[in-house]
């Protein structure tokens, strides 16, 4: 099983890993180490056959499953579909979801969650581009 380690943090950042993906073991929330107030996201990963061995619902957080690796199948209620590296899965509130690793690779995804409904504003009606030396 992998830990969180948070690298560094300043006054409007804070830095963690769960260093590498493919040995990354087990399933780990990232918000307690970096503070997060809009969302929680968790690292997950199933190896091959394997499901996650409960089905979950969410009264208020919707979620977003992105895939990194592997290949799988994914049910919402009743309804079951492929999934494979690079999908994106949102799930609304109030339903049953589970997701499983059918291929021989591990499969590892990020699962981000936030309340339903609060997006309101993103990518260029929030941001402004700034003025700042570029250090880099
Ligand atoms: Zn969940």
Known sequence: MNSLEIINSGDKFAHASVGN????????????????????????????????????????NEENYIILTGKGKFQVNDEVFD???????????????NLKCTSEEPMT???????????????MTDAEITERENKL
């Open 21 to 60: 993906l493919h040995s990354f073991d087990g399933k780990l929330f990232v918000k307690e180490a970096t503070g997060a107030t809009s969302c929680e996201i968790s690292f997950g990963t199933l190896p091959t056959g394997a499901a996650v061995p409960f089905f979950h619902s969410h009264k208020g």
């Open 83 to 97: 999934i494979a590296e690079g999908s994106v899965i949102r799930v609304a509130t109030n339903c049953d979801r």
């Open 109 to 123: 995804y990020i699962c981000i969650q936030a309340k339903e409904g609060s997006l309101s504003n993103y990518t």
